[in-house]
């Protein structure tokens, strides 16, 4: 069984002047899973879609099964029994479950003319047959939370049977259960001997199913091994040391005034939530996907309609129409799907970070240019985003920075009120614990937080007290001290448990 | 897989909308075209009584017909190249050319005729063809392309036809527009039927799919150039054919007779429910789009309106009915 399934050589690979890998090697083999870690911006994203065959490599070598490849495009590698999802998923948003699930692989008719009922069928057995039949097939993927887009991403490349799987940060925007899932789809294929090569920046995840790590930084390979502690993994990806990687909790403000106050906030998904939320306070919101937390944050930002209930900001009723409104009213949403609900990707970084703060920069209407580069570039310096410069389209930088460039532009706005979901998503170890600190610092100063993570480890951690949604409503309230992410996750899953 | 239990169940079986629901949502613009043709016949009928004391009869029909089949091609043409997130400005050239040539050629018997007619569907695929390896292989911008052809096809067509004239056969127009009997009610069904078929070949789906997002499409295996280029050269043919209907409906030839068509069909395509950011909108719509858009002139025609505002009416109804298409279907999509 220790057959090379995937062998990169020295593979090299530049845009303009940035070098993205510059000679990356390591070895699969059939019935291994195989994971590659490293900071944002090491190389990780683009060495797998040299191996998908969505990009050409300038240098080295690519075995796939043994024998030297020179990829044409990702039906090459599919043809070759290498199957990709992608880090930023490549869903058609406009098109349906089905359509997307069976791309290329249409049920035709009788006439060899593509059928849409046979398509919606066989999808809807798909589904059942991969254990997530509550995804409906002739449901627009536009339609769909982001985590059920990333398990028809991951349904679709499991059920071509892959010989080798690769998966760029899978679980980026999952949450425990779905984890669960996914991991039970992959030992799934190691028992029939194919290779599954994934990344993550969770490194609980990668300790639970992994069977070798590879460690990149800055383009290369530093290290393959079966058995590596995380500190010491950390360590060689970064050339730090993280001490540890959750702040300590800064007690809450005792008399602190109340900043938001929603009671039984009702719309869309969402069915009488209460809460208040104190200025210094870091508040979670935990739960299964799809159970109402996106709702709930688009709500809040004025985004989404609510259709009963009632918001005080700062001890005044309010009632969005738009996100413009919840802004000026000093609430800022850093949403989940940077690809399609943040960032405008051919757009500069610059641009980008300084998006919503526009006006202050302007005089009589014209741009400051001195004073935006300050602003932009103090947002690449204080989180430490990976680019070649500010002037450099945000597009062009992994996945991770991407995240950071969004969490800046917020920052730079100073609203009191940070709704965060699931900032973290995809970014790496050293980052998350800067972000962190950024958050905790935030809220010490007076900010009021609302914290979204699909990781129950982060929210435990991090926040004062934790919200657990469950079909739209609050199922549980957990106060810090003692929150452990055994029981957000318990208590989100109680009913399916008891049932 | 071999097993059919699934090994992990991640979330049984959840509440589904119903298929109807999710068919009218999902074709929401083709309902409402529907909607705005229906309520301009209505309209149309109800002018006409009015003014001529009479109901409107088989002439009306069949005028209204004919008038309508070369904008129905030119609107698909046009949502073809739409759906890949392009736009031809040259619809209009291709016209022109292609009904110059007809004027030329199409002077012998039937199998002159026929042989020729062939050949100038072939020049109208070759116009499309050279669009598309331009923005595809090009990698130039689909506005400046058409733009430029557009120019280049009419500069064309003046040379070929400098003055309007030609003698159609008789027997051509008695195929494609006969006067005295509706052969467009033949044309309509079969434009539908293309269409559904193209819609279920690999093509069409590679068309939406990169309209829809052409990296993501390309990262499935789906090739962006050549679906491109086929999307303008069946473009290209389409227009052709509305070049032809054109040369039917006036017995002869005229190489400008095309030109409004590069406007008017994107406003068919739109009214039809067709998106110009690309991927989402279907022939079919285009189809219904080119008859209210017809209509709204007969209606003006027979409100008598001064032929001078006609055009100020006609922006007038566009905005209203893209604002209030939009609107509703915001409204039954539920959100954003
Ligand atoms: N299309 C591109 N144009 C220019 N630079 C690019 C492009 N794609 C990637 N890069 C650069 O290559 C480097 C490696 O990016 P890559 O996406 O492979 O990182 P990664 O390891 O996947 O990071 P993350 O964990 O954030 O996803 C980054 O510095 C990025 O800015
Ligand atoms: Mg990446």
């Known amino acids: ?499 | 897989m071999s097993a059919s239990t699934p090994q992990t169940v991640l979330m049984a079986s959840g509440a589904r909308r119903s298929r109807t629901s999710h068919a009218l949502v999902q074709n929401v613009g083709l309902v409402l075209v529907i909607g705005l043709l229906a309520a301009c016949i209505i309209g149309y009928c109800v002018l006409f009584v009015v003014t001529q004391h009479r109901f409107p009869g088989g002439f009306e029909l069949t005028s209204t017909l004919d008038n309508t089949m070369p904008l129905a091609f030119a609107a698909l043409a046009q949502t073809l190249v739409v759906l890949t997130r392009g736009i031809d400005l040259s619809v209009g050239g291709v016209i022109d050319l292609t009904n110059a040539v007809a004027a030329q050629t199409l002077t012998g018997g039937p199998v002159a005729t026929t042989l020729w007619t062939l050949a100038i569907l072939l020049i109208g695929a070759a116009c499309g063809l050279v669009n598309g390896v331009l923005v595809a292989v090009g990698r130039l911008q689909p506005i400046l392309v058409t733009l430029a052809t557009l120019s280049i096809y009419q500069g064309i067509a003046i040379r070929v036809l400098p003055q309007p004239g030609g003698a159609i056969p008789p027997g051509f127009t008695a195929v494609l527009a006969n006067p005295n009997w509706p052969t467009s009610l033949l044309y309509i069904p079969v434009i539908g039927g293309l269409w559904a078929i193209f819609r279920r070949t690999r093509l069409g789906v590679a068309v939406f799919a990169i309209g829809n997002d052409a990296m993501a499409a390309s990262s499935h295996g789906i090739s962006v150039k050549r679906t491109v280029i086929l999307a303008y050269t069946l473009g290209g043919l389409a227009s052709a054919c509305a070049g032809l209907f054109l040369a039917a409906n006036a017995t002869a030839g005229d190489a400008t007779t095309g030109d409004t068509y590069t406007l008017t069909s994107i406003v068919a395509a739109v009214l039809g429910g067709v998106s110009l950011f690309g991927g989402r909108g279907s022939g079919l719509g285009a189809l219904f789009g080119a008859f209210v858009t017809v209509m709204v002139v007969n209606i003006l025609f027979f409100a008598h309106i001064d032929p001078l505002y006609q055009t100020f009416y006609e922006g007038l109804f566009l905005l209203a009915a893209v604002v209030s298409a939009n609107m509703i279907g915001r409204a039954v999509r539920g959100r954003r």
């Open chain 1, 1 to 499: 069984m220790t057959r090379p399934a995937v062998e990169a050589v020295e593979v090299g690979k530049s845009y303009g002047g940035v070098a993205a890998l510059t000679a990356a090697s390591f070895t699969a083999t059939a019935g291994e899973v195989h994971a590659l870690v490293g900071e944002n911006g090491a190389g990780k994203s683009t060495l797998i879609k040299i191996l998908g065959g969505r990009v050409r490599p300038d240098t080295g070598v690519v075995r796939i099964g043994g024998n030297a490849v020179s990829l044409s495009g990702p039906q090459a590698a599919h043809d070759l029994g290498a199957w990709t999802v992608f880090q930023e998923l490549t869903l058609l948003p406009w098109m349906t479950v089905a359509e997307n699930l069976l791309l290329l692989r249409e049920t035709k008719g009788a006439t060899g003319l593509i059928s849409r009922s046979a398509t919606i069928r066989d999808a809807d057995a798909l589904l059942a047959r991969y254990g997530v039949h509550h995804i409906d097939p002739r449901a627009l993927v536009e339609d769909i939370s982001l985590a059920e887009r990333q398990t028809i991403e991951i349904v679709r490349a499991v059920s071509n049977n892959p010989q080798i799987l690769f998966l760029d940060e899978p679980t980026s925007s999952l949450v425990e259960r779905e984890v669960e899932w996914l991991f039970g789809q992959i030992r799934a294929l190691r028992t029939q001997g194919a290779c599954v090569v994934f990344t993550s920046h969770r490194w609980a995840e990668i300790r639970s199913i992994a069977d070798r790590i590879t460690i990149f930084r800055g383009g290369k390979d530093v290290g393959t091994f079966t058995e590596i502690d995380e500190g010491e993994a950390v360590r060689l990806m970064t050339g730090r040391r993280v001490e540890a990687l959750y702040p300590p909790l800064p007690p809450m403000p005792n008399a602190a005034a109340t900043a938001l106050e929603a009671s039984a906030m009702s719309g869309p998904n969402v069915r009488g939530v209460s809460f208040s939320l104190h200025a210094g306070e870091v508040l979670g919101v935990g739960g299964l996907a799809g159970h109402g937390h996106r709702e709930l944050f688009r709500m809040l930002f004025g985004d989404a309609t609510a259709t009963g209930g009632q918001l005080t900001v700062h001890g005044k009723t309010r009632r969005f129409r738009s996100p413009r409104a919840a802004i000026a009213a000093g609430i800022a949403l850093v949403p989940e799907d940077r690809k399609t609900e943040g960032l405008l990707l051919r757009m500069s970084v610059r641009d980008n970070a300084t998006l919503v703060i526009l006006k202050r920069l302007t005089r009589f209407g014209v741009l400051k240019p001195a004073e935006e580069r300050r602003a932009a570039q103090s947002v690449v310096d204080s989180l430490r985003v990976r680019t070649a410069g500010i002037s450099q389209p945000v597009g062009a930088l992994s996945g991770g920075n991407q995240q950071k460039v969004l969490l800046g532009r917020w920052l730079l706005a100073e609203c009191q009120i940070l709704l965060l979901y699931d900032v973290t998503r995809g970014v790496d170890v050293a980052t998350k614990h800067e972000i962190y600190e950024l958050v905790l610092k935030l809220a010490s100063e007076g900010h009021a937080i609302v914290f979204y993570s699909s990781d129950a480890e982060e929210l435990a951690h991090l926040c004062h007290r934790v919200l657990v949604m469950r079909e739209g409503v609050v199922a549980a309230e957990l106060h810090a001290p003692g929150i452990t992410a055994e029981d957000i996750v318990s208590a989100a899953v109680r009913d399916h448990l008891a049932a």
